[in-house]
């Protein structure tokens, strides 16, 4: 077109403003605090009603649980003579050992402890910078790890197959922490010790069978030394508290990841018989509240089982709440799978990747990756949802916490108790979301 | 030039619901032939080199790659596949992994070839593409050229016979394309089969064997670059050709 035809703008004349001023500091607490706290009138009255109101709120609160409260007495009869509008602690330090372990007998409590201390123990080395293959240890520990915990907690001596398991579960983790040792020392791990002499008869694969030949020598060797242990049988009737509460809660959440990730995948599958059995388990559960589902399993699961065999409460339990997990779970796993692109799917099918390569190794880890806020949203609920429990009658830390006020010495006690396990809820929630933001983080740059 | 037939098209025809995308496609490309397709969008060139590569099933007519029919199931995509790569317009890499994680991700899980080989082989390509430095990069840290010659070291990873290209530079800033194109060409004189998708005529011009014009989902035109591009037979091609080379 005729760029004649149209006429230059003339250029204005550039003025510059004059410069402002340099900010003028702010120093010290005091001055922040004028700042943004008494900057003029308005907000210095907003200011001074904010706390008075806060204080007004918080005040009653701390007199009651702090500054009135009794903390050691025999019975709620001594503590209202004491301070009638105080907090009564006794009751809850009293029922304190209680409200972890339940009903476990006192003397088998190390059990328990040791238990989740090798759980602890199986976990930390996923913190350590230099080992390798991560995702095994994480994998055994899910598999192998429960066999260990059911061995130690429930004792008796009827049951084979779950001491090999165990002595295999514990050897592994023996192992492994030989090998963290080694390879801090920069030496060679233990399997590899034995790779010149299987290399001898068998070339190929020989890391491997080196790496299995120590683990089943360690496996032999543990399982002759606790020949003789015999662990007192702890009834899961017995088991209660916050251990109960973790076991189920543990149980579900690792539980729940797979589930959700196979009814996800079905509900998403081309093939009918699997889309619609995904959608109609997922579906049908989410409809239902969780102790519904809770009272179906302890109420209807029998019937689906041999009259001769008899399933513990326990069990039912796990399996109510694993499937209305999975049920949840899976809608985030879609929620994720439906955010990746299409283009991901068609570059893993042109590089000839299969189905279950391209969930494996493309789609699943960045669906995953994305959806953390929301898998560990769920998992905090659902860590929440099983006190759930204490209504069909296991003594979870909820019931616990309530039984002390059926205690005869505290009679009538239900705040403390109350207070007591939200401060224990508090702790495991918040750091799981801590845990949660870290993993984000440190994945983001990825 | 060899006389074997790498792909055998006949009578192809691809409709998305009531739009006839394909319409009786014909075509048989020889081993080692350089096939450059132009066209105005939506004549339906991506769709057919979609088809080769078994991204879209078609409705009517036969492929047949080195001489394997391919049939609307699963396991004849994935035969085709391991003998052709395909590039996209978005490069598609996997932005979770490593550039060479992308590169040996199909050779160790698919070809079954030991991890430690498998990054040999990939360091080599990565260097031919001229990007092994970056082998340790995230796709999100690397710029768009970058990431296509990495998509394009990943396809020849699996050492397919037949590479695709659907518009590999159109997603990139002109000073990117050359880097891209120069790949491309090194690839063309190594005596790879390719059908490239692009409207980059300097490129056709140097290595194309035969350009296909297609519009409305037809082949309009076929021929050797000197006669599609600049004696055009058909109006309609020459309209086309004035558009894109006055830019």
Known sequence: MGNQSISKPELLEFIPKPSRLPAVPVD????????????????????????????MLIKPFLDWAIFDAVWSASNRRECLNASPDGACWPGVIQWFNGLIYGRYPNDQQWRINLGFGLGILWLVPLAFKRVEQKILIALSAITLFPFLANFLFLGGSDNQFNYIVACVGLAYLLILYINIGLIYLDRKILGEYLEPLIGRFYQRRAALLGRLLCWLTVTVLLAFLFQNLTLLLVEVDSWGGLFLTLIISGFSIVMALPIGILLALG??????????????????????????????????LPLFFPNTMEL????????????????????TVRGGLQGIPPGQFEAAKSVGL????????????????????????????????????????????????????????????????????????????????????????????? | ???????????????????????????????????????????????????????????????????????????????????????????????????LENCTLGP????????????????VLLDRV??????????????????????????????????????????????????????????????????????????????????????????????????????????????????????
């Open chain 1, 312 to 331: 513990n409460k326990l069990v039912q339990v796990l399996v109510a709440v694993c499937v209305f997990a999975g049920a949840y779970m899976a809608e």
């Open chain 2, 108 to 123: 160790i899980w698919l070809s079954k070839i030991p991890e430690v080989k498998a990054i040999e082989q990939s360091i």
């Open chain 2, 1 to 99: 030039m060899s006389e074997r037939t790498a792909i055998e098209i006949s009578g192809l025809n691809k409709w998305f619901d009531d739009f006839h995308v394909l319409k009786d496609i014909s075509l048989t490309i020889l081993e080692k032939e350089i096939i450059v397709v132009c066209g105005p969008s939506g004549s339906g060139k991506s769709t057919l080199i979609r088809c080769i590569n078994h991204l879209e099933k078609h409705q009517e007519g036969s492929i047949s790659i080195f001489g394997e029919k391919l049939e609307n199931d699963k396991k004849s995509a994935d035969i085709i596949r391991t003998n052709v790569g395909m590039l996209f317009q978005n490069f598609n890499l996997f932005p979770h992994l490593t550039v």
């Open chain 2, 130 to 247: 001229g990007i092994a430095d970056l082998a340790a990069k995230y796709p999100g840290q690397i710029s768009g050229g970058q990431k296509q010659r990495v998509a394009i070291a990943r396809a020849l990873a699996m050492e397919p016979k037949i590479m695709l290209f659907d518009e590999p530079t159109s997603a990139l800033d002109p000073e990117m394309i050359k880097e891209v194109l120069d790949v491309m060409i090194d690839l063309a004189e190594s005596g790879m089969t390719m059908i490239c998708v692009t409207h980059e005529m300097q490129f056709a011009q140097q290595v194309a064997d035969r350009v296909i014009f297609m519009a409305e989902g037809e082949i309009v035109e076929i021929g050797p670059p000197e006669q599609v591009l600049k004696n055009p037979k058909w109006d309609r091609t020459s309209q086309f050709l004035e558009h894109i080379l006055s830019h």
């Open chain 1, 354 to 446: 299969g189905y279950w390569y391209t969930m494996a190794f493309i789609i699943l880890p960045q669906a995953l990756r994305a959806m953390i806020p929301n898998i560990v949203t769920s998992f905090i609920s659902l860590f929440k949802d099983t006190t759930l429990v204490s209504i069909i009658g296991l003594f979870d830390i909820m019931l616990m916490a309530r039984n002390i006020s059926i205690d005869k010495n505290w009679l009538g006690l239900h705040t403390e108790p109350l207070i007591a396990i939200s401060i224990l809820f508090f702790i495991f929630c918040y750091s799981m979301s801590q845990y949660s933001h870290r993993l984000e983080k440190k994945l983001k740059n990825k």
């Open chain 1, 28 to 55: 010290g607490f005091i001055g922040r605090l004028k700042k943004h706290l008494f900057s003029n009138i308005w907000n210095t009255l907003l200011t001074v009603s904010v706390f008075t109101l806060l204080f």
């Open chain 1, 267 to 300: 509900r998403r599958s081309h093939m009918p018989v699997f889309r619609w059995l995904s959608i109609c388990t997922i579906e049908l559960v989410r409809s239902v509240p969780l102790i519904t589902v809770l009272f179906m399993s302890v109420t209807m």
